[in-house]
Every structure is written in C-alpha cells, then in structure tokens.
C-alpha cells in the first residue's frame, strides 16, 4: 500500500495528483440510480464504419431494454459522441482534467419501449 502513490507517479508520468483528482470528478459525474455501465466498446480501425460498433452496441441496448434499465456510457473522444446519440443516448455534462489535456463525456440513455 504505501508503495501505490510511487506506482502510481511512474505510471502517470508525475501527474498522480491530477489523475487522482480526474478520477474523483468521473467519479462524481457518474449517475446513482440503477443502471447498466457499458463501459469499453471498441471497433478495429480497418473495419470502422461498417456498422460492427453499432451492431455490438444494438445487441446490448436489447438486453438493457428487455429489462427497462437505463444505460451510462463515458466517451473518451468527442467524435464518438454523435455515435451514441445515434443510438439514443444524451450527453449530460463534460469532464476535464485540470490541465485540459484529457475530457470525458458522460452520456445517459432511458429505457425504450419494446415495439410489438
């Protein structure tokens, strides 16, 4: 244990402290109702485009749907943005660390309706 804020420098490059604190301020953003956390979706950038992000991201609303939860996503890179709000989810705030170098958009998504 005393050896975590040591690790944590070298890893972060002696930015522990601004690090810690971004993590806090997520941390805040974060909504306390129940609620499913997608939290990593990812596409290789050859086949970007091609709807694999959305089919992957499709199947999972189903499931999330089928139970009448809303959804939480974080995105990293502001061009994803438009992509989850393709897919129903709203952008509820912008997290940034204290230097501006790292901004995270917090997103939230209500339970839709299944269709008969």
Do not use: I
Not at 20 to 27: H, I, K, P, Q, Y
């Amino acid at each position: 244990m005393r050896l975590a804020p040591v690790l944590a420098d070298v890893v972060l490059g002696g930015r522990a402290s601004a690090s810690f604190r971004l993590l806090a301020d997520v941390e805040r953003a974060r909504p306390t109702q129940e609620h499913w956390y997608l939290a990593t979706l990812g596409t290789d950038p050859p086949v970007q485009g091609r709807g694999v992000g959305s089919a992957l991201l499709r199947s999972m609303l189903k499931v999330v749907d089928d139970e009448g939860m809303p959804a939480y996503v974080e995105s990293s890179k502001r061009q994803n943005v438009p992509f989850y709000m393709r897919h129903g989810f709203e952008v509820t705030g912008v997290v940034r660390s204290v230097d501006g170098v790292v901004s995270l958009w917090p997103m939230w998504r209500s339970p839709r309706r299944l269709e008969c």
